[in-house]
């Protein structure tokens, strides 16, 4: 069993930061790619941004550069620090790890979720 937890979420003002961060656990023998996406009501899950194991980083173009994913492999987690943030950028953000495990079967796991709210 895999558990993917996200915290840092919550209510900032439009140009503000927030710092998400997502922790993975359980039965696994490694992580490959890790990711944040996110869902805004009414809206499809878009990716934000995602890791490769060994480091190389990937954007969607409307991060323009205001967001940094990071990842602690001796930890098992993944960052995604979200600066001068805009109202569009409220949604629920998720965290998504690619897993193997101890008989050789990749698989993805998801965290729950957190929300995002970006209001003045």
């Known amino acids: 069993q895999v558990q993917v937890m996200e915290s840092g979420g919550g209510l900032v003002q439009p140009g503000g930061s927030l710092k998400l961060s997502c922790v993975v656990s359980g039965d696994f023998v490694s992580i490959n790619t890790m990711a944040w996406y996110r869902q805004a009501p009414g809206e499809q899950r878009e990716l934000v941004a995602r890791?490769?194991?060994?480091?190389?980083?990937t954007y969607a173009d409307f991060v323009q550069g205001r967001f940094t994913i990071s990842r602690d492999n001796t930890k098992n987690t993944v960052n995604l620090q979200m600066n001068n943030l805009k109202p569009e950028d409220t949604a629920e953000y998720s965290c998504n790890a690619g897993l193997m495990s101890s008989v050789g079967v990749a698989f993805w796991s998801w965290g729950p979720g957190t929300q995002v709210t970006v209001s003045s």
């Open positions: 890791v490769s194991a060994g480091g190389t980083t």
